[in-house]
């Protein structure tokens, strides 16, 4: 089966053999292109179209050619649709056919997202070789574990050898450093043989500071109008944003249909500043919701700092009328405080009343919904969840962010009580919320997961002075001698320090964390997914008692009920045992006569089923 997704802009290779190069760059007077080891000699000129389009089609390129665009008879660009950039961003493209590329696996319509263990990894650190090959050979490992779907964090060109991924600046371009396109649809389609999802984490807020020449032909991408954390915003509404907006919107049917992904995982939906209607963010799912084949399991899902439940919203039938789930900060955070009592940064908004904040995420999705937050200034955050499943909001107790966002990148492992780790583990894979892990989460490991990048000297310097900075409201940072103190992200020891070390999975301490995951996520399938295809109509309530003492309920439409009863505290708690359900889990610690007796140990969790 070959698979390909027609854009308008960008290198298209034709059936005649011939290669149509299509830019916009409204700003420029004359476009040529310069094709390495053509017969052409010199740059051959592209055809000006109607609003600032420039066009060619010619048998001088091939697949495999190698191309810049000139802009003016002087800089010479990347384009910004490429498909590939071997000599990374400031190089030249490579014209790719994706028609060359044979799929084997068309009988693949995704899975339900009542289904999802999520996966998350980063393709650099998640092996030594850091490449989309290597990440294939840890396939079967991962469906052993159980996870249904993986999320790559982004994998479009960026500057360097290393990066998170969310300094990208060509959207549409693998990043070499991790292997070629056809070497991400390998892992793509091996997923697919293990019936496992793959979703991609893509970057439409910005683009990153290095390797990104839009603003010389093309300034209209971006406007003055909106202010981001990244300086001027990108033209959503203003004049001439329809090709902005029809960029992005290609992204994504480009990952969707040429990469055969099951999903996407939007960074920082709350960072994307559009004052139009529909607005990008609604006419994207739109798009999507209508382009993509219909009998396909296709999944969108948020990062959103506003909770605006709006966009999760159900049909009738409670399917997604444009995104999945949200990934739900608030839960994280409100377990955090409790099980490592930090309360510094945005923990502040949860240092009040946590245990109360996590019930209400369990059984309700956001804790905040509407109310004021004071780390935002007193603002209220948040809108009312009303009607919305728990497979609207995916939970987690590590994510990239919340161990890349440490100064240390220290995991939970190892500032938490391991006890703790293992209560919160505990709830999050049992409840019916989508649960996410962090790569090496599920074997404990200690290796940390810094903030890395690679950018030239001085933006390199810049960088790691601002990331030290970031810290200044952590008490443990005010004394810029300890700042000092924080990994320099431009090094590549920083880099190699937050590779995964595979070896350690063999000894007892990280094979008793592997099991226990295994044996959750299990659990999750056997009891909790079956009850999830009709989840509009669940009913939910939760009570917390003394500041550690957790009850919460679910009742499904098949009147089959699952009950939670924890201890989230360091001293025993006096705890009242529903009659009606039997236990279906209880922590190791969890002795059966004390707990008839009514005492449930501490950092210990209890589940009950009632079919």
């Not at 000599?87 to 490579?94: C, I, K, M, Q, T």
């Not at 070499?176 to 019936?195: D, I």
Request: hydrophobic residues 35%.
């Amino acid at each position: 089966m070959k698979r390909r997704h027609n854009m308008p802009f960008g290198a298209e290779y034709r059936e005649d053999g011939s290669i149509r190069f299509r830019l916009w760059a409204p700003a420029a007077r004359r476009v040529e292109i310069s094709i390495e080891k053509a017969k052409a000699s010199k740059p051959i000129p592209l055809d000006r179209s109607d609003q600032g389009w420039f066009e060619l089609t010619t048998d001088a390129a091939k697949p495999g050619s190698l191309y810049r665009y000139r802009i003016d008879g002087e800089q010479e660009v990347p384009d910004p649709a490429s498909r590939f950039q071997p000599r990374d961003v400031h190089g030249p493209s490579e014209v790719i056919d994706p028609m060359a590329f044979d799929w084997k696996d068309e009988t693949w319509r995704g899975r339900s997202w009542n289904e999802a263990v999520i996966y998350e990894l980063h393709v650099g650190a998640f092996t030594q070789p850091g490449t989309f090959s290597a990440a294939k050979e840890r396939l079967d490992y991962l469906a052993e574990l159980g996870v249904t779907a993986i999320e790559l964090m982004p994998v479009s060109d960026f500057p360097g050898l290393r990066n998170w991924g969310y300094d990208g600046v060509l959207p549409f371009a693998p990043d070499s450093t991790y292997g070629r396109p056809e070497e991400l649809k390998e892992l793509v389609q091996a997923a697919h043989a293990r019936g496992i999802m793959v979703l991609l984490d893509v970057v439409y807020n910005h683009f990153g500071p290095e390797g990104n020449y839009l603003g010389a032909y093309a300034p209209q991408f971006f406007t003055d109008r909106h202010k981001t954390p990244w300086g001027n915003g990108i033209n959503f509404d203003g004049p001439e944003s329809r090709v902005v907006r029809d960029f992005f919107i290609h992204n994504a049917l480009y990952w969707l249909t040429e990469y055969h992904l099951d999903g996407l995982r939007l960074d920082a939906v709350h960072a994307i500043l559009d004052d139009s209607t529909p607005d990008i963010l609604a006419e994207l799912a739109t798009t999507v919701r209508n382009t993509v084949a219909p009998d396909r399991q296709i999944h969108l899902i948020l990062e959103n700092e506003r909770n605006q439940s709006i966009r999760l919203r159900r049909t009738a039938q409670c399917e997604p009328r444009a995104y999945d789930a949200q990934w739900n900060d608030d839960i994280h955070h409100a377990l955090h405080v409790l099980i490592t009592s930090e309360k510094d940064g945005y923990y502040s908004d949860y240092a009040d009343r946590p245990l109360d904040r996590f019930g209400r995420c369990l059984v309700g999705g956001f804790a905040y919904q509407g109310e004021m937050s004071l780390y935002n200034n007193g603002r209220p955050r948040g809108e009312s969840t009303e009607g919305l499943p728990p497979t609207a909001f995916v939970s987690f107790l590590q994510n990239h962010d919340q161990i890349g966002n440490r100064a240390f990148g220290e995991r939970i492992v190892t500032i938490a009580d391991p006890r703790a780790v293992r209560a919160a583990a505990e709830i999050l894979l049992l409840a019916p919320s989508p649960p996410l892990l962090f790569m090496g989460e599920e074997f404990g490991t200690e290796t940390p997961f810094l903030f890395f990048c690679d950018f030239e000297k001085d933006l390199a310097a810049a960088v790691t002075a601002g990331r030290r900075n970031e810290f200044v409201r952590f008490a443990r940072f005010n004394d810029p001698v300890a700042r000092k103190g924080i990994p320099d992200p431009n090094a590549e020891a920083t880099y190699e320090a937050s590779r995964l070390h595979w070896n350690v999975i063999d000894q007892p301490p990280n094979q008793d964390w592997l099991r226990f995951y295994r044996q959750l996520i299990t659990l999750r399938h056997q009891c909790i997914v079956p009850r999830l295809s009709s989840s509009c109509e669940i009913r939910a309530s939760y009570t917390a008692s003394d500041g550690r003492g957790l009850t919460a309920q679910w009742e499904f439409p098949d009147y089959s009920k699952l009950s939670l009863l924890a201890n989230l505290a360091t001293a025993p708690l006096s705890a009242v045992m529903p009659t009606d359900c039997p236990i279906i889990y209880s922590s190791k610690d969890v002795k059966e006569k004390e707990f008839k007796q009514g005492t449930l140990p501490p950092w210990s969790v209890v589940w009950f089923l009632k079919s």
